[in-house]
């Protein structure tokens, strides 16, 4: 599998029962505290391969430390987050490297294995399939406002719940249906991330936004005045070929280029299948799983409505 679609990982064919699929991803703190800070870093890492249909089985760590700045116990409590969600995955940490840095940076190199006539893939969501998102949205302005100490104690904790939860529930569910299209949510926020998969399928994506889930407190920051620094970016990826059926504020707007860290997962699965599908996440502890829109056949310049 190459760049086309801009896939969440590399997959290579050992044989026609096996594949690695392989990704590296890595982030810079979004929490003072070191343990949480691995955990983050380990999940949003871990994800990819969660979103391509594939089990993780070895993960390497990537990590920049200024070590004339801060001690080793740092250093040990990132990496002890890091294999506490490396643990829960099911996979092991087989080394890594770690290098002289400004400022703290992690993440993982991870590979995992999957069956060649299993991978999910961002393209191939077909019309008549609805859509549904297993995490809420708005990470990226909390951590913002959180620096201005704008986010409340509890709206910060259920950010970092959501982001310190692995996909592999989600994911595990999933494999017991038919799935014709998965990506996760992370940098390019969910207009980003669902654009790839409206191009890559040839298909509109229409997405309901009463029905999409936010973080607690994520629009209240924006309508505030807080952003992050790459929304601005995320709208010019997306906004030619996006059209918004309801009239929202710009603050409003703003919730769907949000970029997450550790987001959840994005699928596309055929409609008579969609609400015991849900149900299952629901029941399962992914409570805030949603159905969120539907896949409609292309027939104008619009890759994403929201309505």
């Given at each position: 599998?190459?760049?086309?679609?801009?896939?969440?990982?590399?997959?290579?064919?050992?044989?026609?029962?096996?594949?690695?699929?392989?990704?590296?991803?890595?982030?810079?703190?979004?929490?003072?505290?070191?343990?949480?800070?691995?955990?983050?870093?380990?999940?949003?890492?871990?994800?990819?391969?969660?979103?391509?249909?594939?089990?993780?089985?070895?993960?390497?760590?990537?990590?920049?430390?200024?070590?004339?700045?801060?001690?080793?116990?740092?250093?040990?409590?990132?990496?002890?987050?890091?294999?506490?969600?490396?643990?829960?995955?099911?996979?092991?940490?087989?080394?890594?490297?770690?290098?002289?840095?400004?400022?703290?940076?992690?993440?993982?190199?991870?590979?995992?294995?999957?069956?060649?006539?299993?991978?999910?893939?961002?393209?191939?969501?077909?019309?008549?399939?609805?859509?549904?998102?297993?995490?809420?949205?708005?990470?990226?302005?909390?951590?913002?406002?959180?620096?201005?100490?704008?986010?409340?104690?509890?709206?910060?904790?259920?950010c970092l719940q959501t982001l310190t939860t692995l996909n592999k529930?989600?994911?595990?569910?999933?494999?017991?249906?038919?799935?014709?299209?998965?990506?996760?949510?992370?940098?390019?926020?969910?207009?980003?991330?669902?654009?790839?998969?409206?191009?890559?399928?040839?298909?509109?994506?229409?997405?309901?936004?009463?029905?999409?889930?936010?973080?607690?407190?994520?629009?209240?920051?924006?309508?505030?005045?807080?952003?992050?620094?790459?929304?601005?970016?995320?709208?010019?990826?997306?906004?030619?070929?996006?059209?918004?059926?309801?009239?929202?504020?710009?603050?409003?707007?703003?919730?769907?280029?949000?970029?997450?860290?550790?987001?959840?997962?994005?699928?596309?699965?055929?409609?008579?299948?969609?609400?015991?599908?849900?149900?299952?996440?629901?029941?399962?502890?992914?409570?805030?799983?949603?159905?969120?829109?539907?896949?409609?056949?292309?027939?104008?310049?619009?890759?994403?409505?929201?309505?």
């Open positions: 599998m190459g760049f086309e679609t801009s896939d969440d990982a590399a997959v290579y064919r050992i044989n026609d029962e096996l594949a690695i699929v392989t990704t590296a991803d890595i982030i810079t703190p979004p929490v003072d505290d070191p343990y949480l800070f691995g955990q983050i870093a380990a999940v949003n890492s871990i994800s990819d391969i969660y979103a391509m249909g594939a089990t993780p089985t070895t993960c390497l760590n990537l990590l920049g430390f200024p070590s004339k700045k801060l001690g080793p116990e740092i250093l040990q409590g990132i990496v002890e987050g890091a294999i506490s969600k490396i643990n829960e995955a099911g996979a092991v940490l087989a080394g890594g490297h770690t290098f002289d840095d400004d400022e703290p940076k992690f993440g993982l190199s991870v590979t995992g294995m999957v069956h060649p006539q299993k991978i999910w893939r961002n393209a191939g969501a077909q019309p008549g399939d609805v859509l549904i998102l297993t995490k809420g949205i708005g990470s990226g302005v909390i951590f913002n406002a959180n620096l201005k100490k704008w986010v409340s104690a509890s709206a910060l904790e259920q529930t989600a994911a595990e569910i999933m494999q017991n249906y038919e799935i014709h299209a998965v990506t996760d949510i992370t940098g390019f926020g969910l207009a980003g991330h669902a654009l790839e998969m409206a191009k890559g399928s040839g298909v509109t994506l229409e997405i309901k936004i009463s029905e999409v889930p936010i973080l607690s407190e994520a629009l209240e920051m924006y309508e505030k005045g807080m952003s992050t620094g790459v929304n601005a970016s995320n709208r010019a990826l997306v906004e030619k070929v996006t059209r918004f059926e309801k009239t929202l504020q710009p603050w409003n707007e703003e919730i769907f280029y949000d970029p997450q860290t550790s987001g959840g997962l994005l699928a596309a699965v055929p409609e008579a299948q969609a609400q015991a599908l849900l149900n299952t996440l629901q029941n399962s502890g992914v409570d805030k799983a949603r159905m969120i829109g539907n896949v409609k056949k292309r027939v104008d310049s619009s890759y994403l409505v929201f309505g």
